[in-house]
């Protein structure tokens, strides 16, 4: 009982200082991570690390870092910026739904993290030669990102442990969870061009005139879109080759220092936001604690038991659950917690529960889109609010609360819908 209390209550505290941003959130919850060590709520405190702490996703995050670092020393991404600008015609309506657009759908192929890590520096480097408000345009890509990961069995882990568990293919979740997404995407950047629609009311004019392309190097311009492109390709591959996201990673971030600027390594290492790097750490061990305790396996039966055994009672809830828990909670625990729990419905019920499928695209659909609600609620959203903050532009956990909360509440009327008259 003690380490459960303990577990919740470190869980709060942190969240409490996350939001209010007293202290730096690295610190508060690192504290709070080790305070779980030392007050033994593990059973086995060596085994932590290895156990609950993906390192696949944080050298994914160092490799990508290092990656986006040397690219920004070619220019590539101010030069596809400003040809983004230059095709909208000025139009930041255009643009912004181009650059979404294209989150979107190259998030359903490969990590959220990744995308977002090369279009978001994109972003900043358009809106600084161009002279517009980068912020609307990085959270409809974290959107955008998180959306597009929900449509196939590769564009978002939770997705990848249902499809694993469930025998589901890739042509499975295309065919049903693809066609709410790309609504969903329609609805939330309809949604973004409304609130901030003083903003898009802007035209560049200055930003794509011939001259604007003079000082662009054009070797490394063309050095840095192959290294992007071989890189871009490894991830769309990486399941058939079977090598792991964060070595392909990895690998084209140290390779891209050493073609682009060898003589700069230990600048581009500095560039690494390690401060962002040890916060995920500390949020995988503090979720890693309320697995270890049952706390999440508690909420997985009560979503059961509440539904009374209501096939499309229990869809709700698991789609609106789900997604408000995915939301402060990492979705791949509470995932890997909820497979089990849907799988023993058949053992209940056998014939209530005959068909899993409905319930399998609920848990997906909660978990993957539950992300978009808070600043943490994916690693997507992390990375792309601490590059903008680095560029100068800061957006606190309550002003990404009042726009990501609206954006998981139309997902979630959306999804519900769709899945209650679909299945």
């Known amino acids: ?18 939001v209010t941003e007293k202290i730096h959130r ?24 290895i156990k609950y702490v993906d390192f696949n996703t944080i050298f994914l995050l160092i490799g990508m870092m290092l990656f986006v670092e040397a690219m920004k020393t070619t220019g590539f991404f101010q030069y596809v910026g400003i040809q983004g600008l230059r095709i909208s015609k000025g139009s930041l309506k255009r643009l912004f739904i ?10 359903a192929f490969i990590d959220n993290v990744t995308t977002v890590l090369i279009f978001v ?22 959107f955008a990102s998180n959306i597009g990961g929900t449509a196939t069995l590769i564009g978002d882990p939770p997705n990848i442990l249902i499809g694993t ?19 969903i995407f329609i609805v939330v950047d309809l949604f973004l061009l409304l609130v901030y629609r003083k903003e898009f009311s802007k035209k560049v004019e200055h930003a794509f005139r011939d001259d604007a392309y003079r000082k662009f190097n054009k070797k490394k311009i063309i050095l840095g879109g192959t290294l992007l492109a071989i890189t871009i390709t490894l ?27 060898r003589e700069k390594v230990e600048d581009f290492l500095k560039g690494v936001d390690w401060g962002t790097i040890f916060f995920f750490i500390a949020l995988f061990i503090i979720t890693g604690a309320l697995e270890e305790t049952g706390v999440l396996e508690k ?39 909820m497979i089990p729990v849907i799988e023993s419905l058949q053992k209940i019920d056998p014939h209530t529960y005959a068909n899993l499928q409905p319930f399998w695209w609920s848990l997906a659909l909660g978990a993957c889109l539950g992300g978009n609600g808070t600043a943490i609620g994916a690693s997507a959203n992390v990375i792309s609010l601490q590059i903008l903050a680095q560029y100068g532009k800061k957006v606190t956990f309550y002003r990404f609360l009042k726009t990501g909360m609206t954006v998981v509440a139309i997902s979630v009327i959306m999804s519900m819908i769709y899945v209650l008259l679909r299945y």
Not at 98 to 107: D, E, G, K, W
């Open 98 to 107: 181009t650059f979404t657009f294209l989150v979107a759908v190259i998030s």
């Open 235 to 261: 991830f769309l591959f990486q399941h058939k080759l079977d090598i792991p996201s964060s070595s392909i990673a990895l690998m084209m971030g140290f390779l891209s220092t050493l073609i682009i600027e």
């Open 299 to 337: 909420i997985a039966l009560f979503m059961v038991d509440i539904s009374s055994g209501s096939t499309q009672k229990l869809k709700a809830i698991l789609i609106s659950l789900s997604a408000v828990i995915s939301a402060f909670v990492d979705n791949i625990p509470y995932t890997a917690t």
């Open 1 to 18: 009982m003690f380490a459960v209390v303990s577990a919740v209550a470190i869980f709060f505290i942190v969240y409490i200082f996350i």
């Open 121 to 142: 520096p994109m972003t900043l480097a358009v809106a600084d030669a161009a002279g517009f408000d980068p912020v609307p345009f990085v959270l409809g890509e974290i």
């Open 26 to 49: 690295t610190i508060a919850a690192m504290i709070g991570a080790t305070a779980l060590m030392f007050l033994q709520v593990f059973e086995n405190p060596h085994e932590v690390y």
């Open 165 to 183: 568990a469930a025998h589901l293919t890739f042509i499975d979740f295309l065919k049903n969870l693809a066609p709410i997404s790309i609504l």
